[in-house]
């Protein structure tokens, strides 16, 4: 089984050089680059550099189902109901889209999520960093400090119970995670373009250890867009860099969407903003919304998932972050 | 497609703009001498393929490319703001309790309710405090207050300001004097404007070249709503929506670059929701409400004001009483 040469990613002016030359397939090319004496020949007439072209030939690697399932990572939020809807958190490795009017708590549990990406390994968390890539100006460190204040409240509370973790010693444990400390693991960007995205690949060098990159919020580079072709392409490429880096990293993608007005035959209707095509490319998609006249209770409808069904999840917004309701609350 | 260039963006001077080419390799780097694409501007205008296909690179050196150019691109939003998170006060102890420290730099603060319930006299008090010293919570620096609904209530604000003396209290003798030195109504920049074209003119010309050269924080426009209302007819909403995001976007990126707070007036709307009963609602729609940042709401019964946070990223939805007298709002 023979590779055409015109089927790797070089330019057609390099592709007739090579036919040419007399290369047909990429088993050619791999042949002349062991050889010492013709390799030295062939590079000096090729703008690619070795290590490029034996990258583009390398055979892709392959996992098997059950390597995935243990692999399998997520990011718990701190409710329950929100972790059941998406099977443990949100997924390490995929694009977890939250759409929402304004006030719906997008913001608030992503910079939740920020938070709880770095529960401690002991606690079977992620023990990770955060990238916030802030499009919109919601980012606050005021309300971001608030939260882990109640998750620090939180360990030390655990800490001092009867259970025992094993791992590290829990003084030890409790002196390396300060407010200062986990605030400098969030690392916020700021953005106003989407193709600005591939910052991303440098502050990730910088930072290896992050496991969740929120932008926050996706459609509002995409406003000062007028044609909407050109947004499309936009859109595509930037989900395009974020699978890649989201497999590649091993990490979590969360972006967060407008609602937007459409005009159907049975009247106004809203929806997630960017369309349908969106919709393909992300493998959750949450829409949070308010409930009316119940102060500070909201709903999570899960509208795409692989491993759940339409479901939903109700949950508040309290000073300490995003949790379950309380439990004398009826649920229906 | 292509805007005229800001007087903020000429500011930003090519230089800072520039990819090095010295980190690519020859090719590379002869290749983005042909194409003439130097700066990360330039650069960013494609999508990595379309980009490609321009310039004949290669995957992995376009790659390199547009990671160049996008720590450029990204660095450079960065480099207008000041390390701090700034917050400023709204001169009411229980509203800034409210709004979680006070008023926060970058983003758009709407603040909605039906006419006479104290949103101008908000925002009177505002371009006031921004001027006071650092130490009190001001900004020390001036505002620029766009009117379209009615003139600017010069009298009102006199009488602020002769009162604001009294308010404030220096621990120290230099904050003291500049307390009483700043001359208020020179800092305040006024512009009465009655059609959308005009509010854009305004927004899009004016507002870049006075923040150059003035040293201005805080933008008022009192009312965003006036002009929106009458201007366009049902058929229209589309195009209205589209002004309303161009605007609003416009003024996030002044507000980002240049570290502004910006206030806009909205007002309301009646809605009959579901569940029965009217309510109101701020005007202009989801368009609109999508780039507000933080969204407050005035109301006012027979005897008492109320002023409270529908949404906000740095705080929760709460509600709290509020009075107007002579020194403004406490």
Known sequence: MNRPIWTLPLSKHTINKLDKLGYKCCEDLLDSLDDPEKKSKFLRKHMESESEIRDMLKTPKYKTAADLDIERDSIATFCKSIDELLNGGIQVGRITELSGAPGSGKSQLSMQLCVSVQIPVCFEGLQGEAIYVDTNSNFSELRLTEMIDAFLGHVSKVLSGPNDFKGAANSELLKSLTTAGMLSKIHRVQMNDLNQLHALYTTLERHPN????????????????????????????????????????????????????????????VFPALGESFGHRVQYRLLLSKIPNRPNEYTALLKKSVEHGRSAARFTISSDGVRDLPIEQPLQ | MHTPATAGEMNLSSADDDLDLNVFDPYTQAALLRGGFLSSKNILKYTEAEFRKKVKLTVVATHRVFIAAANISASNVKCHQEPNNHILTTGCKQIDKLLGGGLFKYGITEISGESGCGKTQFCLQIALTVQLPLSLKGAKSGAAYICTEDRFPSSRIQQMISNIRFKYQCDSKIDMNELCQTDYGDNILISHIATVEDLKKCIHEMLPRVLLHRPIKLIVIDSITAVFRGEYTPSEVPRRSRDLRDIAVFLHKLSVEHGLWIICVNQVTSSISDIGGNKLVPSLGLAWANLVTTRLMMSKTHSSRYIEVMFSPHTAPTTIPFRVTEQGIV
């Open chain 1, 210 to 269: 992050v496991k969740l990159i929120v932008v926050d919020s996706f459609v509002m580079p995409l406003y000062q867009v007028e044609n909407s072709l050109r947004k499309n392409t936009l859109v595509h490429s930037a989900l395009d860099l974020l699978q890649t880096i989201a497999v590649e990293h091993d990490l979590a993608v969360l972006l967060t969407n407008d609602l937007t007005t459409a005009v159907t035959e049975s009247g106004t209707e």
